[in-house]
């Protein structure tokens, strides 16, 4: 065995050219492969964490305005939700497991001193904690308790406290927001879709009573379980838009009188790109790994041919056929196996690398949303992948070879 | 030694050519036969089917007493090693591989350790006046150089029978007489029979027995005295 490798390391030094360029096509097809199914992955992962900020079954309803005529009213009437038909969605709907009505005031200063921000306030129920994936940083969410009693506390993001209070502590503090005083109870971080100017939140009866006393409500979402499909998330929309109809007078083929936000088939819609994306980029990824292939198949051809004179004088010599056989095969699967690890290491090694340099990135800036997440591809897939190129290099050498080594040895000598 | 009965060869490469048309021929074991002829009179053609690297159409051959008929090439390959060494005009050996690698090839192929069969081969380089050569490829050697490295490489598997194929033929006068002085040593001194192929008188009349070869057939044979 030792002799063997001896003869192999041999041959491979007096061909360092052909060697070179056999190995490269294999480091090359494993190395180009591991980079596309990084950046397929990079892509996706990005993506996907722009949906981790909303449950991924949660639902959103906006009133819009009539595009039909309905029980002799005109098109281009106006829809409303009232306190009561806010309250009619909570009783009536099912399997709901979080419900919250939202006011949203777009352009609200909350001041501390003279130090001022300027984004949006929320008017929301405790359930909106779990549907749109807050985490409490410090201090607490808005409770029942804060709700009930319309309490004037508000939750902030970490950059809007840092702004209105620098180093101190912001929890317990007080902030005005339009000019009405309000405590600081919690700070939150918000996965996935940061935004450039944070929203802070307070209870939504305490929203209602001072900046919306008309009650209107803009936004209610909620999450409804046991909707996993598409057709599912279809039914229910047409149940909840007939629902609505009745009750607010417009016709229930009507898209346009309330506006149903599907997380869900939005997420699916996304899920059907990136499945696209995934087959398009396994599809180059394997027509690299085959122009490997035929790359390794031709040099071993060519390497065999170059050979056959080599084959005769070891044949008059006294080689059995098993034994060149041997001697071929060996040196393909050392070739394509130490370039095939080194086109696995380097790519993996810069896809990694790539990918910590990302996360710091992400870590350093939070409210950019990032397309591109952890490009890393599964080591299997690496290995796999590996695998084949190494079995196809040694089945590249193995044919030709078989068919040198049956030439008769005066014909092997021969040739030149 | 040898023993050749009625052997025919045809190569069919366009039109059928009949090369050996019933070849008789007897070589003891010892002597230092060689074959003389024109070209294409079928001489080369009798060596290789002689070292098993062709095979024959109609006929017998015994090689020390056994019949090498219809070998497959795992036994051909087998019979090459453990009896016969080739000596080529074109001396054939592997450009990749120093002088020394050259010679221990045999021996690699008869499982003789990395180790042992250096040693034997630079013995047998240091025989044939080619120890500072050892570590030198092929490229880097003259003519005779070469050939007495392809005869050390010939005879380092102590084999029963020599066969060379026009041995001389890339080699000016001087380093001819060279060769031939060698392979007449080796023939007395290992008493390895030695069958050569040449079309040169000078070098044929060295050997013990001349055997003519004119169109496939032994036309006569000539009893040398060597002094």
Known sequence: MKDLFQEIFLTIRANKMRTFLTGFSISWGI???????????????????????????????????????????????????????????????????????????????????????????????????????????????????????????????????????HDQNPIGQYVEIDHVPFQVIGLYDEDGAARRSPSFYIPLNTAQIIFNPSGYIDDVSFVVEGIENKEQSTDFSNKLRRMLSQRLQFDPNDQNAIWIQDRLSDYMQAQTIFN????????????????????????????????????????????????????????????????????????????????????????????????????????????????????????????PAKRAVNVKPIEALQHK | MIHLENIHKTYYAGSPLHVLKGVDLDVADGDFVSIMGASGSGKSTLLNIVGILDNYDEGNYYLDGRLIKDLNETQSAKVRNEMIGFVFQSFNLINFKTALENVALPLYYRGVSRKKRNAIALDYLDRLGLKDWADHLPNEMSGGQKQRVAIARSIIAKPRLILADEPTGALDSTTSQEVMDILRQVNREEGITMLIVTHAREVAEQTNKIVNFKDGLISSIEDIKQL
């Open chain 1, 276 to 399: 696209g994306i995934a087959l398009f980029v396994w599809i180059i990824g394997i027509g690299t790994l085959i122009a490997g292939v035929v790359g390794v198949s031709n040099i071993m051809l060519i390497t065999v041919k170059e050979r056959t004179h080599e084959f005769g004088v070891r044949k008059a010599l006294g080689a059995s056929p098993r034994s060149i056989l041997r001697l071929v095969v060996w040196e393909s699967l050392t070739i394509t196996t130490i370039f095939g690890y080194i086109g696995m290491v380097v790519g993996v090694l810069l896809t990694e690398g790539l990918a910590s340099i990302l996360a710091q990135n992400a870590a350093a800036a939070t409210d950019e949303p990032h397309i591109f997440l952890n490009p890393t591809v599964d080591l299997t897939v690496v290995l796999a992948a590996t695998a084949i190129l190494v079995v196809a290099g040694v089945v590249a050498g193995y044919v």
């Open chain 1, 31 to 165: 190395f180009m492969l591991i980079i596309l199914l990084g950046a397929g992955n990079g892509l996706q992962n990005g993506m996907m964490e722009g949906f981790r900020y909303m449950s991924k079954n949660s639902i959103s309803l906006y009133p819009g305005f009539t595009s039909m005529p309905y029980n002799g009213m005109q098109k281009g009437r106006r829809i409303r939700f009232s306190q009561s038909d806010i309250e009619f969605l909570r009783r009536n709907l099912t399997n709901v497991s979080a419900f919250s009505p939202i006011y949203n005031k777009w352009s609200s200063n909350i001041v501390n001193g003279k130090e001022v921000v300027s984004s949006t306030m929320s008017g929301v129920e405790p359930d909106y904690q779990v549907m749109r994936s807050l985490e409490i940083t410090s201090g607490r969410f808005i409770n029942l308790a804060d709700n009930r009693q319309n309490r004037k506390v508000v939750v902030i993001h970490p950059k809007t406290a840092e702004v209105l209070f």
